[in-house]
């Protein structure tokens, strides 16, 4: 078995090497050099075709070189001890002084060791395991990147798709287990749980597969990552297919151990595939003139594998391949063929084999060259500097039908993107579900899955219950005939609701807490734990999110309004005091009724003052003031002569009597209705004054209360049904001053008794009511959504209502002097009025004023002498004429008069009588006006003749 391969290869050696060997005149050294491939698996095979390969071409381009590598290929045949004997063999019978390979991980740790004492560079292209770090093999080169960096690229897309547990799959192997501390690292930064490791043993048959996939199957995560080598995960994909989990709402991600090579696996693996995703190094597409690369690679690999199915193209591997044997001719050019070669050291019986084995002269200079070699291979920048390629991106791919599609890239700089640009640098925005190209998830579905199942298995959720102390929010009975739990309260009605918006169908069974004291919130601390101790799925109930819990348990957010708040009795008050007919009406109500008064007044005595009102003649003084305001308070019509300030007056008038009686009414009430308010609104008032204070009992405000001050013996505990009475009996009966309860259980105490209690506060902060679940749990963040709709909707009103009966207690308000204050605002309108109808008289009566003026003018130029006449008659019978004058006058204001003041020319008599009119008022104002009041009084009786 072991022969054969080996001298058919060495016979291929021969014949590929052959030709140019005696091609060349000159003296060509051979510079020998190992590879330890598993030539059984699929990376073997590609891996050797291209090593091949990268012999011939290299040596074809440089035909001038003095050395000339010698390649002594072995099969490790998947197998450690094998790998070790390859290498000691190499080392002692082929004097190699490089080793390429070897393949797995698991080999490479004591091929490196070997390589690193003997001084012999071993370079592996496939060994990725972070595990192989430099300081521990220091003649260990990674000619590949290793797993730690597509570690981010895979947290970052279990970030970006929103998952937050994740099982991971992985062969258990020196290869699987290497990337495991990386992955649990990074996926602990992005507070991804990791609730289960499944490590698939090597020896593991196809029945032990299946019976740890249906383990995973049943639990509640529903993403996979996948790191292992090809050959099992196929067997692992395919499994899963029969197992029916490559359906909905399954994640498989694969890492690049499968991803790289996904072109060349079976086409029934690839089909039970479809749906994964996975990562993969990125290789910049090929050039153009690399198709004749593509040609004669193509045809190597049907020479070496006669058998196989060909492929389209090397994978990754195949290029790094290439690559390798590219920097290790160049290095092996420069630095030559060592003179005294790997000399075996003297032999003596006591030494092994290994001991025998010669360090190698040439070694650190052979290093030294490979890592400081750079150029560009068909893999893109072939650069060893940090003994590992450089990160350049991941691809991300998406297993589809018979291939794969692009996703997105992940770069270490920018995270994932949806394409890349020429310098590598992204072209859009953050990374984000949106950056990447649709998935199609197992299943053929489009929809981004969950991440999570409620377990498979037809469990229902058992979902605890407790009896609270307050049945409105949960209380449990038990059915006597069947034995089942049955719940109601208000709770209840919102887990049921909650369960109604959850995006997937929940079935759940209720399961009753019993407690021999249900009053107490140490009991509740039990229920709780519950949760914790795994035995309920779900606690609801008037569970108070309380810090001591949060270790035990993750809660939702609250259902109910937070806080603590104080029950306190009411006192009735009548604030009596001697401002107090100030109160009905606001300062500003105040402000404007003054003002508008004064308005009303000016203008008022404006009009009478165009007018020639016989009382307001002359300069402004006190006393018209005075008769001013009487005149825009009582309503003194009669001694106005003007139409227009008699309008303006009535407008007034009627703005006043309105505010008169508000006024009245507002006095009135204020001075009979009792106001209520708290017998006092502060808790440290009442410990100062040293008062009793009663909380319910077992509940965690007693220690708030300590913490606020309280003495102990000031304290009361008491059950919801005993409040009224506490509280009633007052602190020097043996009752309280005070209750200080959650917010949610006074309004349940005040819906019931809110005549003579009222609630002060909330005085302290508390996060209100809430469920709890198991800690990470994949519900709390559905659940919470489905709460916030509930709580920001219709349906918690309904529900409150349904529980807090608040028929009684609704029109209970508060009165509030400062509230009840009739405001300038309300009165708006009224004084809009007024004010409008104040304003537009002045115009008016100046128009008027004008009119009338032209007229006297045109009156007095036509009829002079008449006027003379007019006057010294008037002077004597000027009453008897007013009486005559009479009704169809009016000065201002009065359009039909105006009609009549237009028609001067015509000898009516009405027309002299008007001039006659006015004549005489201004003539006696001027004789009498001021001399004496009882006159005044006198004249009055004449100007109202004469309007
Ligand atoms: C190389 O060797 C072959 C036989 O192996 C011979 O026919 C050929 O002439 C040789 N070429 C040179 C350049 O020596
Ligand atoms: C793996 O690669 C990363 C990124 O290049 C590097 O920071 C890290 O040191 C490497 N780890 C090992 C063990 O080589
Ligand atoms: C053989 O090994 C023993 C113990 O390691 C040592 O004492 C002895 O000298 C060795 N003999 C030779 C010939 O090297
Ligand atoms: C109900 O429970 C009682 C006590 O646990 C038990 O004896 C009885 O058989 C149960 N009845 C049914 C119908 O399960
Ligand atoms: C609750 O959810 C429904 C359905 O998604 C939505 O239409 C509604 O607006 C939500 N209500 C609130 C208050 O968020």
């Not at 490196?112 to 220091?138: E, M, N, R």
């Not at 798709?161 to 992005?190: C, K, M, S």
């Not at 193209?313 to 920097?327: M, N």
């Not at 609704?810 to 002097?817: A, F, L, P, R, T």
Request: glycine share 8%.
């Amino acid at each position: 078995m072991e022969k054969k391969p080996q001298t058919i290869l060495f016979l291929l050696l021969v014949f590929s090497f052959g030709a140019a060997q005696n091609s060349t005149a000159r003296k060509v050294e051979e510079f020998h050099v190992g590879v330890i491939l598993d030539l059984g698996s699929l990376v073997g095979k590609v891996s050797r075709t291209s090593i091949s390969l990268a012999v011939e071409d290299f040596y074809s381009v440089h035909q001038n070189y003095r050395t000339k590598l010698a390649i002594h290929i072995k099969d490790s045949m998947g197998n450690e001890v094998q790998a070790a004997s390859a290498a000691i063999d190499l080392l002692e019978n082929y004097k190699v002084q490089a080793i390429i390979g070897p393949q797995k991980s698991s080999e490479a740790t004591f091929i490196s060791k070997l390589g690193s004492i003997k001084q012999v560079p071993i370079i592996s292209f496939t060994a990725t395991s972070p595990a192989l770090t430099h300081d521990s093999f220091p003649y260990f080169v990674r000619a590949t990147l290793n797993d730690s960096v597509q570690v981010n690229g895979i947290v970052s897309l279990i970030k970006a798709y929103g998952w937050r547990e994740v099982v991971l799959v992985y062969d258990d192997t020196e290869y699987g287990r290497g990337i495991l501390p990386h992955l649990v690292n990074a996926l602990q930064q992005i507070d991804a749980h990791v609730p289960y490791r499944s490590a698939i043993p090597l020896s593991a048959t196809s029945e032990n597969i299946m019976q740890e996939l249906y383990k995973l199957m049943a639990m509640q995560t529903r993403v996979f990552i996948v790191h292992m080598s090809s050959t099992r995960a196929s067997l692992i994909f395919t499994k899963a297919k029969e197992a029916g989990m490559m359906d909905k709402g399954f994640v498989w991600i694969v890492t690049d151990g499968v991803a790289n090579i996904v072109d060349s696996l079976n086409l029934s693996v690839i089909e039970a595939m479809n749906g994964v995703i996975g990562t993969r190094f990125y290789v910049p597409r090929l050039q153009e003139h690399d198709t004749s690369f593509l040609i004669r690679w193509n045809r190597m690999y049907r020479q070496f594998n006669p058998n196989e199915l060909p492929l389209d193209k090397p994978s990754i591997f195949g290029l790094w391949a290439y690559d390798t044997v590219w920097a290790l001719s160049q290095a092996a050019e420069k630095v030559g063929v060592s003179r005294n070669k790997n000399k075996r050291l003297q032999s003596s019986k006591n030494s092994t084999s290994l001991d025998l084995l010669a360090v190698s002269t040439d070694g650190p200079e052979l290093l030294k060259e490979i890592l400081h070699n750079k150029f560009r291979g068909l893999s893109g920048n072939f650069d060893l500097t940090d003994r590992q390629l450089p990160v350049y991106a991941l691809q991300i791919i998406n297993v589809v039908g018979r291939s794969w599609k692009h996703i997105g890239f992940w770069t270490l700089k920018n995270g994932l993107s949806r394409q890349l640009n020429q310098n590598g640098l992204k072209i859009t925005g953050p990374a984000s579900m949106l950056e990447l190209n649709p998935v199609i998830w197992p299943g053929e579905s489009t929809e981004i899955p969950r991440g999570w199942e409620i377990p498979a298995s037809g469990d229902k959720l058992k979902v605890g219950v407790p009896t609270s102390a307050y049945p409105e929010f949960v209380q449990t009975s038990k059915d006597p005939v069947t034995n089942a739990t049955r719940v109601v309260g208000l709770s209840i009605d919102i887990f049921e609701e909650v369960v109604k918006r959850l995006p997937f169908a929940l079935s759940y069974e209720y399961q009753a807490f019993d407690t021999i004291d249900a009053t107490s919130s140490t009991s509740y601390n039990d229920f709780v734990h519950q949760v914790y101790l795994q035995r309920y799925d779900i606690a609801i109930g008037d569970i108070t999110i309380i810090y001591s819990r949060t270790p035990y348990v993750d809660f939702t957010i609250p259902y109910t309004e937070s806080g603590v708040g104080m029950i306190v009795p009411v006192k009735e008050t009548v604030k009596k005091n001697i401002w107090i007919f100030s109160k009905p009406l606001s300062k500003g109500m105040w402000f404007g009724s003054i003002m508008f008064t004064m308005y009303t007044t000016i203008v008022v005595w404006i009009l009478e003052h165009l007018n020639g009102n016989t009382h307001l003649h002359g300069p402004f003084s006190l006393r018209q003031l005075e008769i001013l305001m009487s005149f825009s308070i009582f309503e003194e019509k009669e001694k106005l002569k003007c139409i227009l300030s008699r309008l303006v007056l009535l407008v007034w008038m009627f703005v006043f009597l309105v505010l008169a009686s508000s006024y009245t009414a507002s006095l009135a009430s204020m001075l009979t209705v009792q106001q209520l308010s708290p017998m006092f609104t502060d808790i440290r008032e009442l410990q100062k004054q040293g008062g009793y204070v009663g909380f319910h009992r077992g509940s965690y405000i007693e220690g708030l209360l300590v913490d606020i001050g309280f003495d102990r013996s000031k304290i009361r505990s008491y059950a919801p049904d005993e409040f009224r009475i506490a509280l009633s009996n007052g602190g020097e009966h043996g009752g309280v001053a005070a209750l200080v309860l959650d917010v949610p259980y006074i309004k349940l105490f005040l819906a019931k008794y809110c005549r003579g209690y009222t609630m002060v506060g909330p005085i302290y902060k508390s996060a209100g009511f809430a469920f709890a679940l198991p800690k990470r749990s994949p519900l709390l963040a559905e659940i919470s959504r489905a709460i916030i709709n509930i709580t920001g909707g219709d349906t918690i009103i309904q529900i409150e209502k349904k529980w807090i009966d608040q028929n009684d207690c609704q029109n209970e308000e508060k009165i509030d002097g400062s509230d009840s204050a009739i405001t300038f605002d309300s009165f708006g309108g009224l004084f809009l009025l007024t004010g409008f109808v104040t304003t537009c008289s002045i115009p008016v009566a100046l128009l008027m004023n004008h009119y009338k003026k032209d007229q006297q003018k045109v009156l007095t130029k036509q009829d002079e002498p008449n006027n003379q006449r007019y006057a010294q008659k008037g002077e004597n019978s000027h009453i008897q004429d007013g009486n005559e004058g009479n009704e169809e006058n009016g000065d201002c204001g009065d359009i039909d008069n105006q009609g009549r003041i237009l028609v001067p020319h015509s000898p009516n008599r009405n027309g002299d009588l008007l001039g006659d009119c006015t004549q005489n008022n201004r003539v006696t104002a001027t004789t009498h006006f001021g001399s004496d009041f009882i006159h005044m009084e006198g004249e009055a009786s004449m100007s109202q003749s004469c309007s």
